[in-house]
């Protein structure tokens, strides 16, 4: 499919009809914030599965008995209602945020 010059202003004149002459800019506003957020969370998740992989790269392959712990054990992993707390938390602060954005 190859769009020529004709077809995308055609496109554009529907999209102006469509959503009005004032709605266009805070729509592509929206969309650029949107695909920014998009960007940030696959560069997060490409460097976690990076991470992981360079770990399980680096661990040889006998591992000897750990030492013996004189000190407290480690903290237990939180459980699901308190990592979903902070899902929350972090949500409403990025909500907060991007509303902080939009006001001039």
Same mark, same amino acid.
């Not at 709605?23 to 949107?34: H, I, T």
């Given at each position: 499919?190859?769009?020529?010059?004709?077809?995308?202003?055609?496109? /554009?004149?529907? /999209?102006?009809?469509?959503?009005?002459? +004032? +709605?266009?800019?805070?729509?592509?506003?929206?969309?650029?914030?949107?695909?920014?957020?998009?960007?940030?969370?696959?560069? +997060?998740?490409?460097?976690?599965?990076?991470?992981?992989?360079?770990?399980?790269?680096?661990?040889?392959?006998?591992?000897?008995?750990?030492?013996?712990?004189?000190?407290?054990?480690?903290?237990?992993?939180?459980?699901?209602?308190?990592?979903?707390?902070?899902?929350?938390?972090?949500?409403?602060?990025?909500?907060?945020?991007?509303?902080?954005? +939009?006001?001039?």
């Amino acid at each position: 499919m190859n769009l020529g010059a004709p077809e995308i202003i055609l496109i /554009l004149v529907a /999209l102006v009809l469509l959503f009005g002459a +004032k +709605k266009l800019p805070d729509l592509a506003r929206g969309v650029g914030r949107s695909l920014r957020i998009f960007k940030a969370e696959t560069s +997060k998740l490409n460097d976690d599965d990076d991470d992981k992989a360079t770990v399980v790269q680096a661990q040889p392959q006998a591992q000897p008995a750990p030492p013996p712990q004189l000190h407290a054990a480690p903290a237990p992993e939180p459980s699901a209602e308190e990592q979903a707390r902070k899902l929350e938390e972090q949500a409403a602060r990025l909500r907060a945020a991007a509303q902080a954005d +939009k006001r001039p």
